[in-house]
């Protein structure tokens, strides 16, 4: 179940969508002329909580800088409170947690700093609140629950360099305050977090991190800030309705019909023709992978399936229904012909070899060479396209226009 306030908000947007609804113009040449004058009227939207780990984890390291509390999650009751925290292991307890050499036997706590204060875990410094949730088995959730333009801000340059161009960072922040909204409002009862803060939901580095050479890099910059608020509350909709807005790198030519790879994919995740992506280095691409690598992938699959497989004689790709790529590979051991959905396959090669599902194989020798195009499922914004496009002169709505056909551009307001 949604927390209330997330609930009301969420369950109010079509609503919203009615009464409170801009409008705002696609199909205008040039410059949309809108009035940004954000915040006055955009709805006060719910934080976002983000798992900042991919499973949960045994200890981890904290660091604040400036004065915070510790309080049991969603309460106001202070458990500690302190100027600052040096880089501290927090590790479980019976019942609780130690940080440094503070007992807190509470199983949910959050570290809370003051004002735009931010906190670091791990490597990486995050603005909102931090939330540390016992799980079974000695282990814990990590969850940062941030305001949702401080983390659109975030996902903004995470997600799209700055060389892209504003209006493409722009739809970006609407594609991302979406896709963050919708994913909100489909979490499952019971949910601890809404996102992940990797390419799993939508890349989110924080406010800053350190690379793994030692340096401190930002994970979000005025500019990308200054984005967030320009387009604060502006969402994607499909006839009255927000929905979850796939995005991907590089479609390589064309988008992929969403259905082919989302069973919740809203109508205007159509595949429609894309040129502007050809500046990409992954526009296409060429990977080789030797037969015995390729034998042994598949044969990890196969084993996994339960399912005998011998050795690997031809691949094939199966028909493409799409313009979205391939849908199917099969493979013959001499005696019997195994069909592997095109998903799996790549999974199964590595997505760092096999970059999308727009590929050709071709025998090479003792090699098998695949040759493709794109990076990424291509369903909806092609990110490389939208650098394109703003490099052509087309603003943001135009951008989000070409990519999600049909769709219409609001603001949520609060009245
Ligand atoms: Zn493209």
Redesign the pocket.
């Known amino acids: 179940m949604l927390r209330p306030t997330v609930k009301w908000l969420i369950a109010g947007v079509t609503l919203l969508l009615f009464i409170g609804l801009l409008i705002l113009p696609g199909k205008r040449g040039g410059r949309a002329k809108l009035e940004l004058k954000p915040p006055l009227g955009v709805a006060r939207l719910p934080a976002v909580r983000v798992s900042l780990t991919p499973e949960s984890v045994t200890t981890a390291t904290l660091q604040v800088d400036g004065p915070f509390r510790v309080s049991p999650m969603g309460s106001q009751q202070v458990l500690l409170r302190l100027e600052r925290l040096p880089k501290t292991t927090v590790s479980l307890t019976a019942n609780g947690f130690r940080i440094g050499t503070q007992v807190l036997p509470v199983p949910r706590i959050e570290i809370v700093p003051d004002g735009e204060g931010a906190a670091w875990v791990g490597d990486r410094e995050y603005r909102g609140k931090i939330q540390l949730i016992r799980q079974s088995g000695g282990r814990v959730l990590i969850v940062n629950v941030v305001p949702l333009e401080d983390y659109i801000g975030g996902v903004v340059d995470s997600e799209m360099p700055t060389e892209f161009g504003t209006e493409a960072r722009k739809a970006q922040a609407v594609v991302a305050r979406s896709y963050a909204l919708a994913q909100m409002q489909t979490a499952r009862r019971g949910a601890l977090f809404d996102l992940y803060a990797t390419t799993r939901s939508q890349k989110y580095n924080g406010r800053r991190y350190r690379s793994s050479d030692g340096r401190l890099l930002a994970g979000d910059s005025y500019d990308s800030r200054q984005i967030a608020y320009e387009t604060a509350g502006m969402v994607c909709t499909d006839q009255g309705h927000l929905f979850c807005t796939y995005y991907s790198a590089?479609?390589?030519?064309s988008?992929s019909l969403g259905s082919d790879f989302f069973s919740d994919a809203a109508p205007p995740h159509q595949s429609v023709p894309?040129?502007?992506?050809s500046e990409s280095p992954l526009y296409q691409w060429q990977a080789t992978v030797t037969n015995a690598d390729l034998q042994s992938r598949i044969q990890k699959y196969w084993t996994a399936q339960e399912t005998k497989f011998g050795t690997l004689k031809s691949v094939t790709i199966g028909p493409v229904p799409h313009a979205g790529g391939v849908a199917e590979v099969q493979m013959s051991d001499g005696k019997q012909t195994l069909t592997m959905p095109a998903t799996a396959f790549r999974r199964a090669i590595g997505t760092s070899d096999l970059y999308s599902h727009h590929f050709q194989i071709e025998r090479d020798g003792t090699n098998w060479v695949f040759k493709g195009a794109?990076h990424g499922h291509g369903v909806g914004l092609?990110q490389?396209?939208a650098r394109g496009l703003a490099r052509s002169g087309k603003n943001f709505l135009q951008i989000l226009e070409i990519y999600y056909p049909g769709s219409q551009v609001v603001v949520l307001t609060d009245q």
Request: proline share 0%.
């Open positions: 590089v479609c390589g030519g988008t894309c040129q502007w992506c794109g092609c490389w396209g």
